[in-house]
Every structure is written in C-alpha cells, then in structure tokens.
C-alpha cells in the first residue's frame, strides 16, 4: 500500500530556532498533502494544506509566516516552524491523499509523525 | 456544532466485551467516512472505510445512517491490542477530511 514518510521522528530544539520537517510520498505522486497538529489528549488539528507548485492553504489562526510549507515535488512537502518557542511543542503529522476518480476521497496515509520539543 | 462529533469516552472494557462507538457528522454534503485508530503517540491509521450498506472486517462492524448523519464501530469480543483512540473521519465532497476528538478505548485483562 502507499506509504507515507515523515522525518525527523524526533527534535528537541532550543527557543528561537528554525526546524524543518520533511514528509515524503514513497510509491505515490501526491499532489497535496496535509500538516496537522497534535497537543496531547487532543484531537488532530488542520495546519495547512500543502499543493504542489501553489502556496500553501492555511486554517484560520495558523500563521503562515511562521509555518512555512513548501511543496516543490509531487512527492515532498516540508514544514518549517520559524522562530520555534515552547508552546509550540507539538506532534506535527503529514499525510497525503491517494487518488480515486470521480472527486471521491481516497485513503489518506499518514506519516509517522514528528514529535517536537522546544526548550 | 462542531462538524464531527464522537462519544467523549475513554470506554473501559474487559476483554471480550463488545463495544460500541457512535459519531455524528453536520455536514450533510460529507461523501466519505472512515474510522481510523492512533494508538499513544503514533499516527493514525485506516481502520476501515464505511458504506452505506454497512460493512465488517473481522470483529469490526462500521454502519453509516445518511439521514441521521451518524456513523457507528462495533467492536466484538475486544482484545487488549484493541486498546488505542479511535477517530471517526469524514470527507465533504472537494473538501479536506475532517477528524472526530476521538474515542479512547482501554481493554482490561
């Protein structure tokens, strides 16, 4: 089936740096992708949607310039969290959508998720 | 009203118990469901989709009502690796899925 792969698993980063998230479609082109947010207990939250060759779509409340997608290949969208401070502490999941005719939904397949700790 | 709601849980069973889950969706125009399970810090991952004639998968049971909006798991005869969160999805048509808060589920020896 299609996998989904999300790096790093891990970070732990001091307050004010920039960290980058990769998530990459292994055997599927993937023309948009989706971050999400997990605080914990908590249900996944929309970021972003990631489109390929596009900006990035952003939910309401999420700031854009301190959440930077890019998404230059079918098959890669990466998240960078600028400036990153405790409270964004977070698990950040990518996941992309397989394809089906006829505007249904396909499966969505997530990465493995990316455990952030600011210090 | 949130878009997708789920029964607030967590549920605590023994193993063996057959347990249900319900979930209530707003958007009449949702197109797909699904029920997906995230166990403790992992990402979450495809349980089973659910149609509309109702469908099983083992001890897994997903039934989609489209006029009450409600979708429903039943899982029978629970083991302890059945323990995990279980997120009720839907999928408006040309929109973005959107995630239920989730139900926790602990099996008991």
Avoid at chain 1, 36 to 54: C, D, H, I, V, W
Avoid at chain 2, 72 to 88: E, F, G
Wanted: charged fraction near 20%; charge should be neutral; include cysteine.
């Amino acid at each position: 089936g299609a996998v989904v792969s999300q790096h790093p698993s891990w970070v732990i980063c001091k307050s004010g740096t920039s960290v980058k998230i990769e998530c990459r479609s292994l055997d599927f082109q993937a023309t948009t992708m989706f971050w999400y947010r997990q605080f914990p207990k908590q249900s996944l939250m929309l970021m972003a949607t990631s489109n390929e060759g596009s900006k990035a779509t952003y939910e309401q409340g999420v700031e854009k310039d301190k959440f930077l997608i890019n998404h230059a290949s079918l098959t890669l969208s990466t998240l960078t969290v600028t400036s990153a401070h405790p409270e964004d502490s977070s698990f950040y999941i990518c996941s992309a959508r397989s394809g089906l005719a006829g505007g249904l939904a396909g499966e969505l397949f997530f990465g493995e998720g990316s455990r952030l700790t600011v210090l | 009203r949130k878009e997708v709601e789920q029964d607030p849980g967590p549920f605590n069973v023994p193993e063996g118990a057959t347990v249900a889950f319900n979930c209530t969706y707003s958007n009449s125009a949702s197109q797909s469901f699904f029920w997906y399970r995230q166990d403790c810090r992992k990402e979450p991952k495809l349980l089973m989709s659910v149609y509309s004639s109702g469908n099983e998968d083992g001890r897994f049971t997903a039934q989609l009502n489209r006029a009450s909006q409600y979708i429903s798991l039943l899982i029978r005869d629970s083991k302890l690796s059945d323990s995990a969160t279980y997120l009720c999805v839907v999928n408006p048509y040309g929109q973005n899925f959107v995630f239920g808060p989730g139900t926790r589920l602990s099996v008991l020896p």
